[in-house]
């Protein structure tokens, strides 16, 4: 019981700062989900939402002024992403950032293999990437409902390992990367229209923190 009253906290608190705090930047949120609950919200927020990259980022967040310092670094790379890749969607969330490319812009149909247009477009992230070298990135494959589950989560996997090993051939570390695939379980719109099937044929990078950037977020909060 103790545990629901805990989980059924964090949810709230989740769902206060992000709807009833609107006027916060990203830097103040990550701060507060930080502070108030850690690894532990994340996971419970990630499940209660359907939203993994949501649940990762925040279990990854140290919270409080380590945070802030974080946030702000953060802020300033999500912003050299959006400049120097107009075709991925970037966005900002606690104390990492989310990057989402469409699987058209990166695949082509039902295939695996990078497209020349998506190896441009993966060179000007890796570009940004590797001038933030203190950061893990987790790469997430995601498929429409069309075709049988087992063929859509091996496609997932595929597609997110395609995109891992072209980041290593460019430079970056092979141990800052994590590769997860979830097929067609986890859409974020809609599978009964062909728009919102193609948006659910996508990649996501969720870039975090690593345990260096982390250390040195926490000499510089208590300078």
Known sequence: ????????????????????????????????????????????????????????????????????VIGRQMDKQAEEIEKAVPDAKVERVGEGIVVEFSSSVLFGFDKSGLSNDAKINLDKLVTVLNSYADTNIEIQGHTDSKGSEAYNQDLSVQRARTVSYYLTDKGISSGRLTVKGFGESLPKYENDTENGRAQNRRVEFLITANEKMKAEAEKNASN
């Not at 209660?48 to 409080?64: E, K, W, Y």
């Open 1 to 68: 019981m103790k545990n629901l009253r805990m989980s059924l906290l964090v949810v709230l608190s989740a769902a206060f700062i992000f709807t009833g705090c609107a006027s916060w930047n990203k830097t103040q949120k990550g701060a507060v989900i930080g502070t108030a609950s850690g690894g532990a919200a994340g996971a419970v927020i990630g499940r209660a939402s359907g939203n993994t990259a949501l649940g990762a980022i925040i279990g990854a967040a140290v919270g409080g002024a380590s945070g802030a």
